[in-house]
Every structure is written in structure tokens, then in C-alpha cells.
């Protein structure tokens, strides 16, 4: 009956025989526990397509009920359980990518005729990060805000397509409702779809060259193996070590959600994804004028090195006494790469620790003390003024401006110019409320740094109090600013 039923599909779809093909791949030196990670890399793969998709029956994407849906998921136990999967899982397929490239690259499985097959791996590695990135976001907590904020400036720091690339994943000049929808698709339908066309086109090259073997010059008399039986059970064993540490961590360690994300506090300090530390770590060690080369110079020329490599290591041997330059440079990068990670977390969570102390309130002054008394009874009332509208000023700022120039005003380099301590801002008041009111385009110059960003028109978005408080937030807080007030009746003239 059985025998039957796949005869039957098989004069009719050629399957069978193609899966035989599939399974009967000859492995030079025979199966090997040093193959695994391709195979278990997969199966991660696998296992965030189905828990993304059981997770997106649950999610609503926008900014009044992102945080709000990933909440409830977090009250239902079996929900929570799935979502603590995909949050481990995604960590287990970033590192399974890693390794799996880092074991192509020390044993020289990336040289002739598999340079596409290198490539095409790269670029593996490369959209898998935008998925991690992309879905960092979704939870719309405090975290996710942040670090995803973080993350935008430093794309509109890039020349020439860095604002552009900014405003169209951002959706406008402010993180929100659509922010969250295009990260969402960017993370469930775009990525997803590109990462399974490049692993179609990565295992069809793979069939084409076949596996690289081991790490010898003469083949001769060499043992060669099967794919089905011996390395499949290889590649199931460590498949099932994978799924049973995710599982393992998904319950005992789940992921944290924090409190909804609120654009007005400027006291957060973000902690970013594992995987982007190092990055962190080199922007935290250079100093600012050279933000952008740590953040879009040096990662895009490593990764043009890696993507090139096949072509950069010239050497036709693969075994390890042929290769000591490139195997050097290999530990080397790793190196730079772990260090760069944990001083990144250990100065963050130094930060954080700072940041939280300093949110403790001072002592409320004792009751029993006799006020101050002044005769200037509207000096008085004019600093309290002055101080109630810096306050709200603060949050609208916070919400509105923080994203392009910076949460303390230090600006984006080659796109948002600084407030604080900008002459400009600090200049006649008429001068700000117009650019603040109707928006500017074009190339400035603010204390002889280029700038080519656009700020929107907020006349249409801010009431005349709100730009009034904004305006008068800059001019009194930001850096060293010191200038007078705007009130409403200034911005309504």
C-alpha cells in the first residue's frame, strides 16, 4: 500500500528520486561531528519561521498595542513559553552563523570553486543580523525603544543614503506606530523571504561543488562517506542538543520585558543585543569626532574583507602550515571582537548602575525648616514659570526632537546638527521659532561640522505652549546654553 502511494508521487513529481539523490551525497573522509553546524543552523532556522508565525497570531503592531499585545503574551503561559523560544532560538541561529562561517574560514572551505558559496553565507550572516535588529524593536519597552533608537541615528549617520534609509525604516522624523509597522514586516515577510532564497541558493551550490573535506593536499586512497545515514544521525544529534537548550533556557531564563517605552525619559541607558556589542564597544572607545568612522567606516570595510576573502587569500592550500598569516588574523579579529564585547557590557552595565543611582530623589527637605523669605515675590513666580515650562519643554523634546539630535542635544554627525552649545540656537529667539515652526532643509555648518539633514515643519504637530517649552528647554538646558525664554506670545507673533 505504502510502496504504492510513493510510486504513485513519484511518476508524478519526481521527489523520491530526488530526495535519494539528496541523501546519497559523498562526504570526503567520511561523516564528521566538524559538519554539524550548517545542518543545526537550519534547523534553527526552521524553528523561528514556526514560532514567528505563531507568535504574529498574538502581536498587534503599533504604538498603542505593541507593548500592550507583548504583555498579554507574557500572561499566558504556554504564549510566554513560545515567544521565550523565538527569543532563544534567534541568539542560537546568530551564533550557530557565526560558527558555522568561523569553521569555513579556519579550515579554508571558502577557496576555489566555492567563492560564491562564501558570499552567498556572508550575506546569510548579514540579513540574519537585520532580523535580530528588526525584531529588537517589536516588544515597544523601554529597552527596545532605546537601543532601536540608537541604532537609527547611527544609519543616518551614513553618507549620502544615511538620512534617506533613516527616515523611510523610521516612517517620519519619530520613532512610532510606523517605526514598529516596518520593522514588523521588515522582520516577518521581507527578511524571511530573502533568507530562504539565499539558503535555496547556498545548499543548490553546495550540491554543485560538494562538501570541501578535510584538510589535506592528497586525496589518494581517502575515505569517502555518506551523507544518509552516518551524517544525518551527526547532524540530528546536534539539531536535538540545539532544540533542548533553547527549550532549557526558554524556561528557566525568559526574556525580560520592561516597562512601555517612554521617548520622554532621557535618564535610560539601552543595552543592545549580544551580537551587536563589539560594535557598542568601538563606538564607545573612540572619541566623537570620530563616531562615524566607528560606526559606519570600519564595520562596512571588515565587511567588504570578509565578503571578499576567497580572492584576498591567495594561497591554494587549505592545510594550517600554509595558512599561518590568515589564521593569525583570524584569532585575531575574534579577539578584537570578544574584547570589544565585554568591555561594551561591563561600561554599559556600569552606566546603568549610574544612571539608576542617580534617579534615587534626594532627601525631602525637613518640614521643621523656616522658609526663605524675598521680597521679590515675581522673580519668584517668573523662575518658577521659567522652570515649569524647561520641564514640559524636556518631554517635548524628548519625544519629538531627542531621535534626530541626540537625548543630551550632541546631535547626529553628518546629518542632525548639535543643539547644545550651538550659537545658533542660543541667537535671536525669531531665528529659532521660524526654523522650529517651518522646518529647514539643506547643507549648514554649526562649529565647523557639516550637516545636510532635514527637520520637519511641527507647527502642524506642536501647540504654540508646546514650541514655546521646547524652544525655551534648548536655549536654558541643552550643554552650556544659556539663553533667554521664548514664551507663547512670541511664538503666536
Known amino acids: 500500500m505504502i510502496a504504492s502511494v510513493i510510486n504513485w508521487i513519484e511518476r508524478r513529481t519526481g521527489f523520491v528520486s530526488m530526495t535519494k539523490d539528496f541523501l546519497t551525497e559523498d562526504i570526503p573522509g567520511g561523516e564528521s561531528y566538524w559538519y554539524v553546524f550548517g545542518s543545526a543552523t537550519l534547523f534553527a532556522m526552521i524553528l523561528q519561521i514556526a514560532t514567528g508565525i505563531a507568535l504574529t497570531f498574538w502581536y498587534a503592531p503599533s504604538a498603542a498595542t505593541a507593548w500592550e499585545s507583548t504583555k498579554a503574551i507574557y500572561d499566558n503561559g504556554f504564549e510566554h513559553f513560545v515567544l521565550s523560544m523565538h527569543y532563544w532560538g534567534a541568539s542560537a541561529m546568530i551564533a550557530l552563523v557565526f560558527l558555522h562561517m568561523l569553521q569555513?574560514?579556519?579550515?579554508?572551505?571558502?577557496?576555489?570553486?566555492?567563492?560564491?558559496?562564501?558570499?552567498?553565507?556572508?550575506?546569510?550572516?548579514?540579513?540574519?543580523?537585520?532580523?535580530?535588529?528588526?525584531?529588537?524593536?517589536?516588544?515597544?519597552?523601554?529597552?527596545?525603544?532605546?537601543?532601536?533608537?540608537?541604532?537609527l541615528n547611527i544609519t543616518g549617520t551614513a553618507p549620502i543614503a544615511g538620512p534617506v534609509i533613516q527616515s523611510i525604516a523610521q516612517g517620519g522624523g519619530v520613532m512610532g506606530t510606523q517605526t514598529i509597522n516596518r520593522f514588523f514586516g521588515l522582520h516577518v515577510w521581507l527578511m524571511p523571504a530573502l533568507l530562504l532564497a539565499l539558503v535555496g541558493a547556498h545548499l543548490a551550490i553546495f550540491r554543485h561543488n560538494g562538501a570541501a573535506g578535510p584538510l589535506i593536499d592528497d586525496r589518494r586512497g581517502m575515505r569517502v562517506g555518506r551523507f544518509w545515514p552516518d551524517q544525518v544521525f551527526m547532524d540530528t544529534v546536534v539539531s536535538f542538543l540545539v532544540f533542548i537548550l533553547i527549550l532549557f533556557l526558554a524556561w528557566v531564563a525568559p526574556p525580560f520585558l520592561d516597562v512601555k517605552a517612554d521617548p520622554t525619559n532621557t535618564t535610560f541607558v539601552p543595552y543592545p543585543a549580544w551580537y551587536f556589542l563589539s560594535l557598542f564597544g568601538l563606538l564607545?572607545?573612540?572619541?566623537?569626532?570620530?563616531?562615524?568612522?566607528?560606526?559606519?567606516?570600519?564595520?562596512?570595510?571588515?565587511?567588504?574583507i570578509v565578503l571578499l576573502l576567497p580572492w584576498i587569500d591567495r594561497s591554494r592550500s587549505r592545510l594550517a602550515s600554509d595558512r599561518k598569516g590568515m589564521l593569525t588574523a583570524i584569532t585575531l579579529v575574534v579577539a578584537v571582537i570578544v574584547g570589544l564585547s565585554v568591555y561594551s557590557q561591563i561600561s554599559i552595565q556600569a552606566n546603568q548602575a549610574a544612571a539608576a543611582a542617580a534617579a534615587v530623589p534626594a532627601?525631602?527637605?525637613?518640614?521643621?525648616?523656616?522658609?526663605?523669605?524675598?521680597?521679590?515675590?515675581?522673580?519668584?513666580?517668573?523662575?518658577?514659570?521659567?522652570?515649569?515650562?524647561?520641564?514640559?519643554?524636556?518631554?517635548?523634546?524628548?519625544?519629538?526632537?531627542?531621535?534626530?539630535?541626540?537625548?543630551?542635544?550632541?546631535?547626529t554627525p553628518g546629518a542632525f546638527p548639535p543643539l547644545a552649545n550651538n550659537p545658533f540656537v542660543t541667537g535671536p529667539a525669531p531665528a529659532v521659532i521660524n526654523v522650529v515652526e517651518n522646518g529647514r532643509s539643506g547643507p549648514i555648518t554649526v562649529n565647523g561640522q557639516s550637516y545636510n539633514g532635514t527637520m520637519p515643519a511641527w507647527k502642524s504637530s506642536l501647540s504654540t505652549q508646546d514650541v514655546a517649552d521646547v524652544i525655551t528647554y534648548i536655549r536654558t538646558s541643552l550643554g552650556n546654553n544659556k539663553a533667554s525664554p521664548v514664551s507663547a506670545t512670541q511664538v503666536s507673533k
Open 363 to 411: 532627601a525631602a527637605p525637613s518640614t521643621t525648616t523656616a522658609p526663605v523669605l524675598t521680597n521679590n515675590t515675581t522673580a519668584i513666580a517668573g523662575g518658577a514659570m521659567q522652570a515649569s515650562s524647561a520641564t514640559h519643554g524636556a518631554a517635548v523634546f524628548s519625544q519629538n526632537c531627542s531621535s534626530c539630535h541626540g537625548a543630551q542635544g550632541q546631535g
Open 284 to 304: 564607545r572607545i573612540v572619541p566623537p569626532q570620530l563616531d562615524l568612522v566607528a560606526t559606519i567606516i570600519v564595520p562596512s570595510i571588515f565587511a567588504l
Open 104 to 151: 569555513v574560514a579556519v579550515s579554508g572551505a571558502y577557496k576555489a570553486p566555492r567563492e560564491l558559496q562564501w558570499v552567498v553565507g556572508v550575506l546569510l550572516l548579514l540579513f540574519t543580523l537585520v532580523l535580530g535588529l528588526t525584531g529588537y524593536l517589536l516588544p515597544w519597552d523601554m529597552n527596545a525603544y532605546f537601543a532601536s533608537q540608537v541604532s
